[in-house]
């Protein structure tokens, strides 16, 4: 096997490419919910358009990423790396004393993370769908559903839980994976650009197995259809 500091493109997969096309995706799409609903009248989008497709949007990723952790390559499945709480505290004790096992996908502590990102988008995109701008224009497609007062109340509800809990778990996640980068020598960032790690031992590399692109499709389609379907099923719409 290569040397732990060896070249990445001499090392082993980690990441299939539909799992690192959703993970800079939602990135872009989150950077564009903020800058469409903040930039709207720069943007000659009055009605908030771009927000509201990008909302959906998301929902599909969020959605897809859901099922991806079921049908997707073993890195990408939750069964391999959503851990126990005792699990997860022996190996924050054992990394806090630089002895943690190396893994090829998410850590048990970044198991966490990935839950408390694609819950916390979850709930941002949901509550979308019942928000209204500040002119009581236009909406979300389910906001005709709900009453005024609630409207209100779950618009707030989305814009807070984007700036006061959302871009936390960003910064953090950013700050985590660079240190992890920098002081262990562990290449998350990198390894989520091209897919591979160095060639070492890794905790979970005995479970290895990748998905074929071609069945990430075939869930992306099932994704949207969720989406949309389960919009028009409640009696929403979704005319722009």
């Known amino acids: 096997m290569a ?18 096309a959703f993970h800079w995706t939602l990135l872009a799409l989150i950077v564009w919910a903020w800058v469409s609903v903040n930039f709207a009248e720069a943007l000659g989008d009055t009605t908030l358009v771009y927000h509201r497709i990008n909302g959906l949007a998301i929902l599909t990723l969020i959605v897809w990423r859901i099922l991806w952790g079921f049908a997707g390559s073993s890195t990408s499945r939750f069964a391999r790396f959503v851990r126990g709480p005792v699990t997860v505290a022996s190996y924050a004790s054992t990394l806090l004393r630089g002895r943690a096992a190396r893994y090829l996908g998410h850590n048990p502590l970044g198991g966490l993370m990935v839950l408390a990102l694609l ?8 509550l979308g769908l019942f928000a209204v701008d500040d002119n009581d224009l236009v909406g979300g497609p389910l906001y005709r559903l ?3 007062s609630q409207n ?22 950013i ?3 660079s ?4 002081v262990r020598k562990d290449p998350l960032i990198q390894a989520m650009v091209t897919g591979r790690k160095p060639a070492i031992a890794y905790a979970d590399a005995s479970h290895a197995a990748f998905a074929p692109v071609g069945r990430a499709l075939v869930v992306l389609v099932i994704a949207a259809a ?6 028009l099923a409640l009696g929403g719409s979704l005319r722009l």
């Open 3 to 20: 040397d732990e500091t060896g070249p990445a493109h001499t090392g082993v997969p980690a990441w299939d490419l539909p799992t690192r």
């Open 119 to 126: 819950g916390t988008v979850a709930t941002i995109g949901g």
């Open 146 to 148: 709900v009453g005024e």
């Open 152 to 173: 209100i109340r779950l618009t707030r509800l989305h814009d807070q839980i984007f700036h006061t809990v959302l871009l936390p778990l960003v910064m953090l996640h």
């Open 175 to 177: 700050a985590v994976n």
């Open 179 to 182: 240190l992890y980068t920098l």
């Open 226 to 231: 969720i989406v949309l379907g389960g919009i």
